[in-house]
């Protein structure tokens, strides 16, 4: 535990959070990938952080870039309890031109290098380079304690992932000593791990550096012509082709799941269906990802809001909610709820029908409404009898809808639709909850 909590002490964590995630299609128009809301009151870089807080690590960057507002907004309100005068921080490190004026952040090696002076200031042993989009529970300290242990400069956290995922992740393979010895990014045939070839050994995006040899490798990184400056396109193929590369297996710091002991869970949300499959996760009768961990909480922002609230409609039909989720400030009257999500602040009036659906805060479900693979972006209203999920030929035409048959439902898709059928929303109530803070 001292040697935990002292490498800890001895960490700065840089958290890259500047990418758009243009996989999750309009869900990303307005806001970068990890301000994206999840699993009914979280955000997606609430876990990375809530990571670094739990393994002891209060010195965090978080490098931002596209559409960063809502981002910065949520950090702002909800990640201010750091204390300085115990020298923990969380520095904003925005794309700002620090090398020169004529480039914004180039790629994820270049976004760490612009900011070289600033992690200098705060001299850490070790850097910590982690992604701000997945959905994980780690405990960092184990994996910096793997990497001192191995004794490379670099450590790439690593998981197996079925082949014909891999083709997203950096894949590796690694000898018996953990030594990476091939490194190739987002290849079109994954090379499959020794012994399984349904499955390839993944990059989770988890680096570890020893900070003086980031240090020198950025800056040669920086004066060649023809990098891409980026980790996994240049940077680590060319340390693996050194033999400097170790890998860790995520099995030795993962969080548990406390009701199965033997699952690893982590997740890639980068596309619709992904985003809703691990926001059902949290919904199920056994949780894959265990959120009721209080050994090992997700930390995030709270607004003031009142409980939850389930009432019967004026006929007197109670609500149904089963295997669901319903945050602060929801009333339900008079509908059946099954498989779905709510966050905060919604309205679901009666005789509405809503299963396997996610709700981000603020949305409105008139009288009679269907839903069935719905993802509902903030704020949406939909007017009275409007079914989404049940004809893919109407709710192609109307929103998003998705390979695996999930439909995408934002307030700009509302509105043209408004425009376009006009006899939808003839009934169209003019009560509106309130929005909330804007972001």
Not at 43 to 70: E, M, P, W
Not at 125 to 154: C, E, N, Q, T
Request: hydrophobic content about 40%; some cysteine; proline content about 5%.
């Amino acid at each position: 535990m001292d040697n935990a909590r002292e490498v800890a002490k001895q960490t700065m964590a840089l958290i890259l959070a500047g990418g758009r995630g243009s996989r999750l299609k309009d869900l990303t128009d307005t806001r970068a990938k990890p301000s994206v809301y999840f699993g009914g009151k979280f955000r997606i870089i609430d876990f990375a952080l809530s990571n670094c807080v739990n393994s002891g690590i209060t010195g965090i960057g978080v490098v931002t870039q596209y559409k960063s507002h809502s981002l910065l907004r949520h950090l702002q309100a909800g990640w201010s309890f750091f204390r300085n005068q115990l020298n923990e921080y969380i520095d904003f490190l925005p794309a700002s031109q620090r090398i020169d004026e004529e480039h914004w952040y180039q790629g994820t090696a270049d976004a760490v290098f612009q900011n070289v002076d600033i992690i200098k200031d705060h001299r850490p042993k070790y850097v910590l380079v982690l992604a701000g989009d997945h959905i994980y529970k780690m405990d960092y300290a184990a994996l910096i304690l793997d990497h001192i242990r191995m004794g490379s400069p670099l450590t790439v956290a690593c998981i197996p992932v079925p082949r014909h995922q891999a083709t997203a992740f950096g894949v590796m393979n690694i000898d018996e000593n953990n030594l990476v010895v091939d490194f190739v990014e987002k290849p079109q045939d994954p090379p499959a791990m020794p012994n399984n070839p349904g499955m390839s050994l993944a990059s989770m995006g988890i680096y570890v550096f020893d900070a003086d040899f980031l240090y020198d490798v950025l800056q040669k990184d920086a004066e060649n012509p023809n990098s891409r400056r980026d980790f996994g396109m240049d940077i680590i193929p060319a340390l693996v082709g050194q033999r400097k590369v170790h890998a860790h297996d995520f099995s030795k710091s993962c969080i548990r799941n406390r009701g199965n002991r033997d699952l690893i869970y982590w997740r890639d949300v980068g596309t619709i269906d992904a985003y809703w499959e691990a926001n059902m996760d949290i919904v199920s009768i056994q949780p894959q990802l265990d959120i009721y961990d209080y050994n090992w909480p997700i930390w995030t922002n709270h607004m003031q809001l009142p409980p939850a609230k389930f009432v019967q409609d004026i006929s007197g039909a109670s609500t149904i909610f089963r295997n669901s989720v319903a945050s602060a400030g929801c009333i339900i009257s008079g509908s059946s709820i099954n498989m779905s999500l709510l966050f905060n602040s919604c309205r679901v009036h009666s005789s509405c029908f809503l299963s396997e659906s996610v709700l981000m805060p603020f949305c409105i479900i008139h009288r009679g409404c269907r839903m069935t693979k719905v993802i509902l972006d903030r704020g949406c209203e939909l007017p009275r009898g409007m079914i989404i999920g049940e004809d893919a030929e109407a709710d192609s035409r109307r929103f998003y809808r998705s390979e695996g048959g999930v439909t995408l439902v934002t307030r700009a898709m509302l509105r043209r639709l408004q425009q376009s059928e006009p006899e939808l929303f003839v009934d169209f109530d003019n009560y509106k909850a309130p929005q909330g803070p804007s972001y």
